[in-house]
């Protein structure tokens, strides 16, 4: 597995990092401990969670398993929080969060720390200040954020310069969601910031495996996770599916492979986040050719998946 720089640190982290969203609901610690073994056998040593997921039972999974592996770089979130507030970026919260998390994961500090989303009735100072005594306190090694909208990125970079760089954005990116190569990706590129990409593979769309139905174990069948895969299920991102499907073909590589591939070879991308319900699922993911793939290929596939660019973001205006 390859090793990338994150941002403007030094710290390493493998190109792909297991993601562990289901932990808990529909993967259950046995499974998990199977994808775990999986992913460090691998050679794979980035793992990614968040104080919400499954009410923080994700985090707790991991917590059992990490005790015999200080080597494996994680990274996990706060921020997110119930109805009706749903975002909360405090000093008050975020301190509590962050204790909670490192006693479910039975760790004294987390490697990456990522504000989850934008919290518009936060200052920004005292958010950032938060990061700071974290930092200071050696809780956390570093500051990350997800979600944030360029802008957003931007202001958070700039503030944050002399103190706490902030080291990764993580944004979902794959051939059926390119919305940060708008914004998103010109802010990280100007404040050396690394992409970690969540749901590199479309929610799973890009496998392969809603060509035809929704098969009866999957996401998209689920009762937690249909509604997240639905978007992908129509027109538009058939034909980027289908245009995959003869790529994939004409290389005779999987899908899934020719999927990851292509995010990997984007501007500032660092690491994919893949996520599985089963063992046999990681299996697959951990066995993908993810070398680069031919220009004409590559271009194919941009050319077909490209998003729509308008003014102010592109035209007479930034030529």
């Given amino acids: 597995m390859e090793e990338r720089a994150l941002g403007n640190s030094g710290l390493f982290v493998s190109n792909v990092s297991l993601g562990t969203m289901t932990w808990g609901r529909d993967t ?7 994808q775990f073994n999986l992913y460090l056998g691998a050679g794979g040593r980035f793992i990614d ?46 301190f509590t969060a962050l204790d909670n998390s490192l006693r479910r994961l039975r760790r004294g500090h987390v490697d990456i720390w990522y504000l989850h989303a934008w919290d518009p009735l936060t200052p920004l100072e005292e958010t950032l200040s938060v990061c700071k005594s974290v930092i200071d306190s050696g809780k956390v090694r570093y500051i990350g954020i997800s979600n944030y909208s360029g802008w957003q ?27 940060i190569e708008r914004e998103v990706v010109p802010a990280a590129i100007a404040h050396d910031i690394a992409v970690t990409a969540w749901s590199p593979l479309g929610r799973g769309v890009l496998t392969g495996k809603y060509r035809h139905n929704t098969p009866p174990d999957s996401r ?3 009762a937690h996770f249909a509604n997240f895969v639905a978007p992908y299920l129509g027109e538009q991102p058939r034909r980027i599916v289908e245009a995959l499907a003869v790529a994939a073909e004409g290389l005779g590589r999987p ?31 951990l066995a993908a050719d993810l070398s680069t793939l031919p220009v004409g290929i590559q271009e194919a596939l941009t050319d077909v998946s490209a998003p729509s660019k308008s003014y102010p973001e592109y035209g007479w205006s930034q030529s």
């Avoid at 500032?268 to 599985?276: D, E, R």
Wanted: charged residues 25%; proline residues 4%.
């Fill in 28 to 34: 259950d610690i046995h499974e998990a401990r199977d």
């Fill in 49 to 94: 969670t968040a104080d919400v997921y499954c009410d923080g039972t994700s985090e707790e999974i991991l917590g059992e398993f990490l005790r015999e592996h200080p080597e494996v770089v994680v990274a996990t979130k706060a921020v997110a929080v119930p109805e009706p507030r749903k975002r909360d970026a405090s000093r008050r919260h975020l």
């Fill in 153 to 179: 990125t931007a202001t958070i970079a700039a503030l944050a310069r002399n103190s706490i760089p902030i080291v990764a954005t993580q944004m979902e990116y794959s051939l059926l969601e390119r919305g």
């Fill in 220 to 222: 998209g069948a689920s």
């Fill in 255 to 285: 899908m899934l492979d020719t999927a990851l591939a292509w995010v990997l070879a984007q501007p500032q991308v660092a690491s994919v986040i893949v996520g599985a319900r089963t063992a046999a699922q990681v299996r697959g993911i």
